[in-house]
């Protein structure tokens, strides 16, 4: 009796934590609503984060993107090697077939000619955590 409760409590926590996927890019959306993004200059950018978003799940990848007047033109995604391959260039549109801007580092949403979606996150321009203060303990003779 004892045996199977346990097989089953131990089942059931296998199971719930399974189902709590771990959204990538709502983490990122997250720390960026709370601290905030220094201005995306125009340049290439190397070290950011591409957001796939496909129905309810997520998965975010490395990639550099290229921004020209302050909207991304190019975007390219990085293989575990460390080499980049372009993945779209001069397409980049959002859903008003407009050309994708940013705000608070990071653009709207993107949508390839083949109808996927995704987000650029530009990790290297979130601000730092504020400070915290430190605090003390009191002498326990008061």
Do not use: H, R, Y
């Given at each position: 009796m004892k045996k199977s409760l346990l097989f089953s409590l131990?089942?059931?926590l296998s199971i719930s934590?399974?189902?709590q996927s771990?959204?990538?890019?709502?983490k990122l959306e997250e720390a960026f609503t709370k601290r905030g993004s220094y201005t995306i200059a125009d340049d290439m950018h190397r070290n950011v984060i591409i957001s796939f978003f496909?129905?309810?799940?997520?998965?975010c990848v490395s990639g550099k993107v290229r921004v020209e007047n302050g909207v991304i033109v190019s975007v390219f995604l990085q293989y575990k090697d460390d080499t980049y391959e372009l993945y779209m260039d001069?397409?980049?549109y959002n859903a008003k077939?407009?050309?994708p801007t940013i705000?608070?580092?990071?653009?709207?949403m993107i949508i390839t000619p083949t109808g996927e979606k995704f987000k650029v996150v530009f990790i290297d321009k979130l601000k730092p955590k504020a400070k915290s203060y430190k605090t003390v303990q009191l002498p326990e003779d008061l």
């Open positions: 131990t089942l059931l934590a399974f189902s771990d959204d990538c890019f709502k496909e129905g309810e799940n997520t998965s001069k397409n980049v077939k407009q050309p705000s608070n580092g990071i653009s709207e």
